[in-house]
């Protein structure tokens, strides 16, 4: 371990990221590179690692970071290790992770640009990058890793609406300035993946890929909006039949409270009106009031209290509430009971209560 140490022991910048290219491309070649290949890689990428963040006794050389991301870029090496990563040891895969956070967030010094200079990059030239990222989630052995790089770069919209807009059915990631976001997806790209990854990965990969999903829907409010408008007929469905009736009790629980948190967001009050609208969701959501899970119950009642309250009920919505009108007043008084210390769900239930007292007793005619 010396090398992690020693100066004198490192290769020079150039030859560093060259041959890790070629070791690389061997672990690709054969089935078993064999321990040789694999610990000449995990030496490469910790030597990559500590010229970019140092060490207590080496302090980082900015002129040597500099170096180090431009011949990542320039060599492309970094499309390489997302394809790839899955193949290198599990500590040198923690190193990649660590490697692409610190490239993605460097920026020359003195520089005045928007971006660092390897996530211009990438979202310019090489959006096959951020794909590859997503689909670590392919394989346990990436999922974690993947995930942790992707969530750090979806500081910037960028990064989200490349990973919206792409389309499968094209030779090569849609880069963002021929997206059109008035047209719906096809349904088809990388980001329509992670409801499988979700709802069918093992444990480890299904709670990483709701991490990055979740912030994929909630960092960059406009984009988003625009985005669920144009493809609502596409998302929702998805969303209710994979997700939220997901045979998971975590992903059924987390799904049904990101909803309510879509729903309740202001920048989403066109999507909302829009769900809220649909007796079908509505009936969805009566029956995680009923499910026997008393946290599906809970997350189910705050996007059940978003039709109750919709001063602007559709003719479907009211009149499935009127004709369970006498039932929901028999329900809810005693609905999840034992929250006596929660004064804002109380008030909630209450209100809700009253509301629906307040509903006509017979269901006005259909307005068709």
């Known amino acids: 371990m010396a090398f992690l140490f020693s100066r004198n022991k490192q290769k020079p910048t150039m030859e560093l990221v060259r041959t890790t290219k070629e070791l690389i491309q061997k672990l690709i070649g054969e089935e078993k590179a064999g321990s040789k290949v694999e610990e000449e890689v995990a030496r490469n990428i910790s030597q990559m690692k500590l010229i970019l963040q140092g060490t207590q006794e080496i302090e980082v050389s900015p002129d040597q970071v500099q170096q180090l991301v431009s011949l990542l870029i320039s060599e492309d090496l970094l499309l390489l290790l997302a394809n790839h990563i899955h193949r290198v040891p599990f500590e040198t895969r923690k190193d990649t992770q660590m490697i692409f956070s610190h490239t993605f967030r460097f920026k020359p010094p003195g520089s005045e640009a928007s971006e660092p200079q390897a996530l211009h990059h990438v979202i310019s030239n090489r959006p096959e990058v951020i794909i590859a990222l997503c689909n670590g989630y392919e394989r346990r052995e990436s999922a974690m890793p993947c995930g942790g790089v992707l969530r750090e770069a979806l500081r910037y919209d960028a990064i989200a609406a490349l990973i919206l807009y792409d389309e499968r059915d094209q030779n090569r990631p849609q880069g ?61 469905p998805r969303y209710n039949r994979i997700l939220i009736q997901s045979e998971s009790y975590v992903t059924k629980r987390q799904s049904i409270k990101l909803l309510g948190e879509l729903l309740l967001d202001r920048a989403n009050y066109n999507v909302m009106t829009k769900y809220v609208d649909s007796g079908d969701h509505l009936k969805i959501c009566m029956k995680l009031l009923l499910d026997e899970r008393r946290m599906i119950n809970y997350e189910g009642f705050h996007v059940f209290k978003v039709f109750v309250a919709n001063p602007n009920k559709s003719y479907e919505v009211q009149r499935m509430l009127i004709n369970n009108r006498d039932r929901l007043l028999r329900f809810l008084p005693s609905f999840l009971d034992d929250r006596t210390d929660d004064d804002q769900f109380n008030d909630e239930k209450s209100f809700l209560i009253r509301q629906i007292e307040l509903l006509p007793t017979t269901a006005p005619p259909n307005p068709s």
């Open 176 to 236: 963002l300035r021929s997206v059109d976001p008035s047209l719906p997806s096809s349904g088809n790209g990388v980001f329509w993946k992670f409801f499988d990854w979700i709802d069918k990965g093992a444990f480890e990969v299904s709670a990483d890929a709701f991490n990055t999903f979740r912030d994929i829907l909630t960092r960059h409010k406009s984009l988003v909006a625009q985005y669920l408008t144009v493809n609502f007929d596409t998302f929702f």
